[in-house]
């Protein structure tokens, strides 16, 4: 008994949260409707509770199943991000979910799964372990952003989602496939040994890197791999939209980390400059088409892809010393609260037929929710990287290491692009504080839980502005394991 407990207390949260998942798969069945939008999102949030305090009663670090998982800071910083954006995309969703009569046992039981694969890739120590997350991680959204059914912009979203990821995942796999056959191992450091001992890319190994950086540029929307995205995130449920825009990403960096940053580190003379690349034209493309929008679900969309470019280009400087990778952790923490609250204040204005808020729509928000505006407010001036908030913290952790890496050029294009994108957050701040609210649509009536939600969230955008520390000091610390 002793040595399965041994062995099972590694990956003890992993386990609760399949067991949570399995259990509201089924009582959901048994449930009346009334009583499942209650006791399913209770269920959820219980054992993602229990996932995350796991760690606190068996605390364990090292290497388990044969060197297949590994458990350090890094591991524990990642599946404590997964669970909180999980926690935040269950919480806001039930009133949605009860409304557009979304089936809530599939929506919570999808999110969960999709939360057990971006964790098993956080642990992963070798290819085969974390191309299993990924898609453990993957499929599942795949079914959220078509999770209502009847409606055929969430088909089209979750069709064009499900056709380009299989193509993107075809790809890393053959690039992993490539990277085995030249290495001889699938273990992170095994390969990177075996990339040091080789000394310079050669032709195989070059192909292998552009077939990985193809396949994760997807998962993490990368231009130009980042098509599916407005038209995916636009036609799903809001909900699903706030949680796809998120925990998807953070988990294609945790993937970047692993994959690149520590397995093919000694490459990194090579990517790093590609990325640099990527990363300028990502946050600028994305800000550019983001500018142009009135729809604000899809502003957003745009949006996030820029900021992949902002984290991408931390990425990018690596070299320059663990400054760097805790400026990753930092902004993907940072992006996930601010993001996912963004998402959840268009629940307000999510009416039967639209696709999310437009400019119009918004009109006069703050004088008919005051409480939802102002948080509104708050995390698309945090997302716009204005002090006292996490957004600019997160935007200045990134430019010092960029400086450092001596990528001068591409902090220039972080600032400017940061600049560029204040006009079309700020552009929303002004539609709900000073255009007539006449105009604006009808709000639905908020649930407590949703503005509780946005109320936690908003608060820590603000006070993780103010004194961000213990948040840096903890990505610090989980950046070291995966540096070269």
Known sequence: ????????????????????????????????????????????????????????????????????????????????????????????????????????????????????????????????????????????????????????????????????????????????????????????????????????????????????????GFKAAVVPFHQWTPDAYEGAPTPATAFMSVAPKAAAFAAILRVLVSGMGPLAVDWSSVFAVLAAVTMTAGNIVALVQTNTKRMLAYSSIAHTGYILAAVAATAAGPSAGAAVLFYVFAYGVMNLGAFACLLYIDLEGTRGATLDELNGFARREPFGALAFAIFLISLTGIPPTIGFVAKFLVIQPVLDAGYAWLAVVLALNAVLAAFYYLRVVVHMYMYDEETGAPLLVSSRLLSLSLGVSALAVVVLGIVPNSIYQWALDAASPVLP
């Not at 009583?35 to 993602?48: C, M, N, Q």
């Not at 995309?89 to 557009?100: D, E, H, I, N």
């Not at 993107?168 to 075996?194: M, N, P």
Request: glycine share 8%; charged share 10%; aromatic share 12%.
């Open 1 to 216: 008994m002793t040595d399965i407990q041994n062995t099972l207390y590694p990956i003890a949260p992993e386990l609760i949260v399949a067991i949570t998942a399995c259990v509201v798969l089924v009582v959901d069945p048994l449930l009346p409707r009334s009583s499942a939008r209650v006791w399913l999102p209770a269920i959820t949030v219980a054992g993602l509770v229990a996932a995350l305090a796991a760690p606190r009663f068996a605390p364990v670090t090292g290497l388990y199943f044969g060197g297949f998982v590994n458990v350090d800071a890094f591991t524990t910083f990642f599946r404590a991000v997964f669970i909180l954006l999980a926690l935040f995309g269950t919480a806001v969703a039930p009133a949605y979910l009860f409304r557009k009569q979304v089936p809530e046992g599939e929506y919570y039981a999808t999110v969960l799964f999709s939360t057990l694969g971006a964790m098993t890739i956080a642990l992963s120590t070798d290819l085969i372990t974390l191309f299993v997350g990924l898609e453990l991680m993957t499929i599942p959204v795949y079914v959220l952003a078509g999770i209502q059914r009847r409606d055929r912009f969430a088909n089209e979203a979750a069709l064009k989602y499900f056709l380009l990821g299989a193509f993107s995942s075809a790809l890393l796999v053959y690039g992993f496939a490539w990277l085995f056959g030249i290495t001889g191992s699938t273990r992170f450091d095994e390969i990177a040994k075996s990339l040091q001992a080789t000394g310079i890319a050669n032709g195989p190994t070059i192909i292998a890197l552009a077939l990985i950086t193809v396949g994760l």
